[in-house]
């Protein structure tokens, strides 16, 4: 069962901080899981979150650290010594302990590596610190079960218990050859049921997946979802077993890669450039350089929509009414084609929908456009129409022809915004350019100006004779 952080919960911890009631709050805080923790660390002052920090012992806290928001981790970090840190790395898997250390600045590195108890996991965190964070070598383990291929059933168990008291999950036994090189692996099931005294050179298995420590930890995902794998082995340049990726990496791989995706795709359509850093992260004129290129193609494009109403400008001297309606056609337009647009780049995403798949797409936005922009133009027709039997405005003796010209502009409008919004993604991906480029601005302003030519065409044509 979740535990639930209630109002009471927190209070009492905050009685107890008060109090300095070490003892009491250890006892409360054991029986919680880490995450748990955190998350009320989360909800305390950042005073109270360290007192209670401190309070508990080592393998909680390294365990604590990895659950902690960016920003908490940091200034816990900031407030620990060098000794406190280590003490806490030594707790963690070695690609854990990279990740935590690797957020310290050099000096504080050094002085937290020389504090470390065990100097084997020193010598690894050291290693995976050479390797980019979104490598394979990044986010690979040390720690794995290794054995010889020129050992038997006996001495291959002999070993693994040696190798296995300081590993949380075995997934795999991997073979190597007296050079440390990957040759294979060994199924739990042939080992326990074969002869002790068998060399395991007559059974382990030599074909198996693996990757190289410097291939991106998106393409491990894809790999380790692809062949369904809970562990894959992880070699260097020379094929010599370098360590070992798990399904908790690679599940966090995944999340951080779909946050950041669904970060870029809202960026994109909402008509900026991606940013490479969060927004408190990102310089001043980096922001406007990212900014300012998407704006300057939309003022562009704005600028033809001034253009269409210069075309027009006849007919509105004419019938200046029909510029009171102006801004509710473009933005129903607008509006729907951002719809379609937002609607389709989703399904794309979620690989609902491919290329082969937009003469589907198109006969059901047409449906679908024309009885939107039908509701709307119903809903455009009554407004005139009350406003006119009511007082409200007074659009003259040809306010039916008024009407019935916006009316029918909205349904062509809503219909023409719809098809563009939902087409241009499968153009763009087409051309293999990014869907999400098709942003909400982007439609916007297509729309704008082909609406305009639409509405003062209908318009032409309705009130040709009447006020035209």
């Known amino acids: 069962m979740e535990f639930k952080i209630s109002k009471k919960f927190i209070n009492e911890l905050k009685q107890l901080i008060q109090s300095k009631n070490d003892q009491q709050l250890e006892v409360i805080l054991n029986d919680i899981h880490y995450a748990d923790i955190a998350e009320i660390l989360e909800k305390l002052s950042f005073k109270r979150a360290i007192y209670v920090f401190k309070v508990l012992d080592s393998e909680k806290t390294a365990e604590i650290l990895l659950e902690l928001s960016d920003d908490l981790r940091e200034k816990i970090l900031r407030n620990l010594s060098s000794k406190e840190i280590a003490e806490a790395l030594d707790e963690l898997d070695t690609n854990d302990a990279t990740d935590i250390i690797g957020e310290l600045s050099q000096i504080k590195k050094d002085e937290v590596i020389s504090e470390l108890e065990d100097e084997e996991h020193a010598r690894d965190i050291?290693?995976?610190?050479?390797?980019?964070?979104?490598?394979?070598?990044?986010?690979?383990?040390?720690?794995?079960?290794?054995?010889?291929?020129?050992?038997?059933?006996?001495?291959?168990?002999?070993?693994?218990r040696i190798q296995a008291e300081n590993i949380s999950k075995v997934h795999s036994i991997y073979v190597v050859d007296d050079e440390n090189k990957l040759k294979g692996r060994l199924s739990l099931k042939d080992l326990l049921t074969a002869s002790t005294k068998t060399p395991i050179k007559e059974f382990y298995i030599s074909k198996l997946h693996f990757v190289d420590v410097e291939m991106p930890d998106v393409e491990v995902a894809r790999i380790m979802d692809k062949y369904d794998l809970e562990a894959i082995p992880v070699v260097d340049e020379s094929g010599h077993l370098a360590g070992r990726i798990t399904i908790d990496d690679v599940i966090d791989v995944i999340k951080e890669e779909i946050e950041k995706r669904d970060t870029e795709d809202i960026q994109k359509f909402g008509g900026l450039e991606a940013l490479e850093l969060p927004y408190v992260q990102t310089r001043l004129f980096e922001m406007v350089k990212k900014r300012a290129t998407w704006l300057v193609v939309l003022f562009i494009g704005e600028m033809f929509t001034a253009s269409a109403m210069g075309f027009f400008q006849g007919e509105i001297e004419k019938a200046v009414v029909l510029a009171l309606f102006v801004p509710l056609i473009i933005s129903s337009g607008g509006n729907s084609g951002s719809q379609a647009a937002t609607l389709i780049i989703r399904a794309m995403a979620l690989k609902e929908l491919t290329l082969k798949d937009w003469w589907f797409v198109?006969?059901?936005?047409?449906?679908?456009?024309?009885?939107?922009?039908?509701?709307?133009?119903?809903?455009?027709?009554?407004?005139?129409?009350?406003?006119?039997?009511?007082?409200?405005?007074?659009?003259?003796?040809?306010?039916?022809?008024?009407?019935?010209?916006?009316?029918?502009?909205?349904?062509?409008?809503?219909?023409?915004?719809?098809?563009?919004?939902?087409?241009?993604?499968?153009?763009?991906?087409?051309?293999?350019?990014?869907?999400?480029?098709?942003?909400?601005?982007?439609?916007?302003?297509?729309?704008?100006?082909?609406?305009?030519?639409?509405?003062?065409?209908?318009?032409?044509?309705v009130l040709k004779g009447k006020l035209l």
């Open 126 to 160: 050291v290693d995976l610190l050479r390797y980019h964070e979104d490598t394979a070598g990044g986010i690979m383990h040390k720690e794995l079960v290794k054995v010889n291929e020129n050992w038997n059933v006996f001495t291959c168990i002999k070993q693994m």
């Open 362 to 461: 198109m006969k059901k936005e047409i449906a679908s456009g024309f009885l939107l922009g039908s509701i709307l133009g119903i809903v455009g027709f009554i407004r005139i129409m009350v406003w006119q039997q009511t007082g409200l405005y007074q659009y003259g003796i040809h306010w039916f022809a008024v009407a019935m010209t916006v009316s029918i502009s909205l349904v062509f409008i809503v219909l023409w915004g719809t098809l563009s919004g939902s087409m241009i993604p499968f153009l763009l991906k087409k051309l293999k350019l990014d869907p999400a480029t098709s942003s909400a601005p982007f439609v916007a302003t297509l729309v704008d100006v082909t609406g305009l030519v639409i509405y003062f065409s209908i318009a032409s044509l």
